[in-house]
């Protein structure tokens, strides 16, 4: 019988494996650290033949540059800043994501959260609740119609494309934002193209990241972006938490420039109990408090989406340990 392959999946899965093993019980066992932070990895990881990666630590060049058999590293999941591709890349080791998985997911909860903020029913609702104001709409006033509001998304790829979609439907205007879009994109869409992040966020009254986190787009949207956006604007983020300056939100939505934010998504998460904008979610008193939406890094979830990520994930681990062509290598 031909030696078996070890594929270790680091963090966040644990068992039961039903996915991945109904995918590689054929070649390989598989095996969950359970692994909160990279020091876990230590003596677990070295003669894996497969990793697979997901979010609770960064995996470091100090990890991979211990592999010794790993013919690929795997993210089943859309981002990938969250490993070393260079260093991977150096060691002749492709890393794979899973690109569409959660696309549907992802811009469902976007547009939810940014229709939520828009109609004052979560400013209502977290008021209401602690008996605070009259029972009717006063307190949430002025709220507009979303017909005709321009909703303002940065980074059109696939999740961005599904939202954009979705605030048509809506009767919303949408704009984009993304330089690395061909031009033709927003002919294709029936959408408008902002030739600057300037334009789109001053003339957007809903302004929704879907871009991924690089070094282009770290801190892109700080203080002085979201002072762009016109006073009474909303800020959805379900992309990356560090391309937002979450203590600049904070700011804006107690000096009444922001009317809303819904943030899925924090640059370390959990959050520690020191940061700005858990503080103010948390305080009654704070004056962002009840204009302040916050979500624990589950736009993406749906339980046929779980199914998905792990099974494409798995899919992708096989073609590497047999040989075959990869689909979605993102550190050629």
Sequence with gaps: MPER?????????????NHE???????????????????????????????MV??????????????????????????????????????????CNVPDYGTEEV????????????RGSH???????????????DQAAPIFRLRGRRFGI????????????????????VSFYDPYLPDGVDKALG??????LAELLSTSHLVSLHCPLTAETRGMISANEIRQIPRGGFLVNTARGGVVDSQAVVDALADGHLAGAAIDVLEHEPPPEDS???????DPSHPAHDRLLLNPHTAFYCEEGCEEFRTKGAREVLRALQGQPLRNVVNA
């Design 276 to 282: 700005p904008i858990l503080a103010a979610w948390r």
């Design 5 to 17: 392959f070890r594929v270790v999946i680091t963090d966040l899965i644990v068992e039961p494996l």
């Design 123 to 137: 400013f209502l609702n977290s008021r209401l609740r602690r008996g605070i104001g009259q029972w009717n709409v």
């Design 191 to 196: 959408i408008h193209r902002s030739e600057s």
């Design 54 to 95: 997901y979010h609770y630590f960064r995996l470091t060049r100090a990890t991979i540059d211990r592999l010794r058999n790993c013919r690929v590293i795997v993210r089943p999941g859309v981002g990938y800043d969250g490993i070393d591709i260079a260093a991977a890349r150096e060691r002749g080791i492709p890393v």
């Design 154 to 173: 940065i980074g059109c790829g696939r999740i961005g494309t599904a939202a954009a979609m979705r605030a048509k439907a809506f009767g919303m205007q």
């Design 21 to 51: 093993r109904a995918v590689l019980d054929e070649v390989a066992d598989v095996v969950a650290l359970g692994a909160m932070r990279e020091s876990d990895l230590i003596g677990q990881v070295e003669n894996a033949d497969a990793l």
């Design 107 to 118: 811009a469902d909860s976007a547009v939810a959260m940014a229709v939520t903020l828009a």
